[in-house]
């Protein structure tokens, strides 16, 4: 018996915020990007620089396993052969449901495992980030602490 290889790219969509005269500008949008959006926009990403051929290479194998809204964090999951296709889509994309995103390939691995890990370790990165920003101590408890738990146990749960 066979089984299929795969490769698991942690993605994660930073946001561009819109230019508004008068108003200081806000990386946070109203509406929240969901996975089925960046499915479709991966999608259109393919066939517009690959054309059909290679949607067909990876359109059978793309999924999104895990999508947080809050930190724009993604696992996709692509068969082995065509995932320089998937990666390179997701590169170039840069609008989602006409919201501007800058795509940033954190972790591409051969595991559904070791995605996880990254993930989860990216997960600490991005809060510590938002806690230095707003320079809160360390020991400080916030949402935030909540939110690690409750992602992590979401991200481990994941299965192939």
């Known amino acids: 018996m066979v089984r299929f290889k795969n490769r698991w790219l942690l993605v994660e969509f930073l946001p561009i915020p819109a230019p508004t005269p008068g108003r200081p500008s806000t990386a946070h949008s109203q509406d929240e990007l969901t996975s089925k959006q960046v499915w479709a ?3 259109q990403s393919v066939i517009t620089h690959f054309g059909d051929t290679g949607w067909g290479a990876v359109g059978s194998s793309l999924t999104i396993k895990y999508f947080s809204p809050r930190t724009n964090l ?20 840069n609008a989602i449901d006409g919201r501007r995103y800058i795509p940033n390939v954190v972790h591409v691995s051969g595991t559904i495992k070791q995605a996880q890990l990254a993930a989860i370790r990216h997960n600490r990165e991005i ?5 230095a920003r707003a320079k809160l101590p360390v020991g400080y408890q916030d949402s935030f602490e ?5 992602s992590a146990q979401e991200i481990e749960a994941l299965q192939d």
């Open 127 to 131: 809060v510590a980030r938002y806690r």
């Open 146 to 150: 909540e939110y690690l738990q409750t």
């Open 74 to 93: 993604c696992i996709i999951r692509v068969a082995r052969d065509p995932h320089k296709i998937a990666w390179a889509s997701v590169t170039l994309l």
């Open 41 to 43: 926009a991966l999608k």
